[in-house]
């Protein structure tokens, strides 16, 4: 029988899983109503002291990452309601959801800078292709080889990220 502190990883990775199949597929209103009832329950129960920041920060990278690939034409989102401007709410809420895995279900990834970069070059950019399948959403032809770029550089940040402040709070 699993731990229970294997049983709340493993339900921090099939929250994430839910809420990105809810958010693609159930559009803005769907997100916003899923994104914050889990974001609202990670807050809650599993969030550490002071993840708010990153989880905020990690949303407003994605905001301007995605943001910045729409407006130089690697996404077409149609008709879609967009987040100032930029990303369907639904696609916008993918990313704070992304960051409530990073130190819990994804925390044993960072120890691994090389593996996890390769791991968001290859992750990263499927879940873009599954989304788009889902959603209709047309991509540049450009943009999956972008998006492996910047996965796999976000990716190795956070592991220097994650492992920094373990050696920090370790010291501390």
Request: hydrophobic share 60%; charged share 5%.
């Amino acid at each position: 029988m699993a731990s229970p502190r294997w049983q709340g990883l493993l339900f921090n990775a099939l929250r994430f899983e839910a809420g990105w199949l809810l958010c693609v597929l159930g559009g803005s209103w769907v997100a916003a109503i899923t994104g914050g009832v889990l974001l609202g329950w990670h807050f809650w129960r599993c969030a550490l002291p002071g993840e708010w920041r990153f989880i905020g920060v990690f949303a407003l990278l994605g905001l301007a990452l995605d943001g910045g690939l729409h407006v130089v034409g690697g996404f077409n989102f149609g008709e879609q309601a967009l987040v100032a401007g930029l990303l369907p709410l639904w696609l916008w809420m993918l990313w704070p959801l992304f960051a409530t895995m990073v130190f819990h279900s994804l925390a044993w990834l960072w120890r691994y800078p090389l593996i996890a970069a390769v791991c968001g070059a290859i992750s990263g950019p499927l879940s873009y292709v599954g989304g788009a399948a889902l959603t209709g959403v047309s991509m540049a032809p450009w943009l999956l080889p972008a998006q492996a770029l910047i996965w796999a550089a976000l990716c190795f940040g956070i592991s220097r990220y994650a492992n920094h402040k373990a050696t920090v709070s370790s010291v501390s």
